[in-house]
């Protein structure tokens, strides 16, 4: 099917550009999924597929550039919505689009992966266990770039050592350039039943969950969101958290907002009257999704997460492959097909 009928835009859409800038003429496009700690800490989202440009997009004025230092990645993302839209390989001179902000006319998988790389990054193998198998091919695993290629053995391997629960105190979280740092706690259940479907089973961990929905793809870049719901009292900033759930009064909404106000470089976007997203304002990660009339829990990008297991965070994150929100409205369909049926 021909780019030429797509477009790709920010969530906000100060973002816009035709299918013609794709330097491919038919979807889907090859792309390799980068698991790299930059990829995964710069979208929030737990690695990243990339899809060549012709050339330099029109509307980087409406974009901020992240250099990291020493590395040879521009990164860039819209400076009111903080999507993440494009990367510059400042080495080859070539342009890439985040493929989340792809929007093929007719829906359809943006990109075909072709290998999955820098899984050592992930510590724990990320999703490049769940996507191993896609569409029917057995997906190439390489530690860093292009080199010897990982064996079945090598990634399982990675996920043994996983602890059952933390041997740390909290759970820290750091977008990648350090901006916006905090910490989480342990859930505390308290048998308070607003938050029962909010945890895993026994209630001593978080619940993790996917998204393919359009919101969710436009907000990070990616094809997909992958968020875990943490009561905004557990989150600390500093020393202590700036929410206090015993003086939340859901009639005043009194809200969750406490926790953006308290960090500093933090950018927020209103995408309807009852959602906050927000992203540092410095590097565009992904960090909160907050609902107005849901304070009892906040979304967080799992991207951002320092579990010493690895980006999984395992020992405080319980994974329901099986629910994935918003299926039907997935760009990468080999994605959801892939994560239906693992089986960890
Ligand atoms: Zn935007
Ligand atoms: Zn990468
Ligand atoms: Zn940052
Ligand atoms: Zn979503």
Redesign the pocket.
Known sequence: MSTIASHFQCYCGSVREPGALLSSWNFPIESEFCHCNPCR??TGVLGGTFVELKGQPSSLDACTR?ARPGGCVDRYFCSTCGTRTFDHNTGSRKWFACSGIVEPSPAQDVVRVSIHAFVADTKDGGLSRPMRQLGGRKIPCYAEGVGQEMTDEDIDAMSRHNPESPEVDTLAA???????QFRILPPKHDNRLDLAPWLGAEGTKYLGLYCFCRYCRLGSGQSLSVNTYIMPENVIIGDKSPFDYTSYDKEAKVKSTALQDAIP?LRCYASSDDVRRSF??????SIFWERESRPQVVNVAVGILRADSGCLASEWIQWDWKKIWWKEGAVDKEMVEALEKWDP
């Open positions: 800490q710069t992240y750091s977008c990648h350039c350090g901006t916006v470089g540092c304002g410095k590097c565009g990660a």
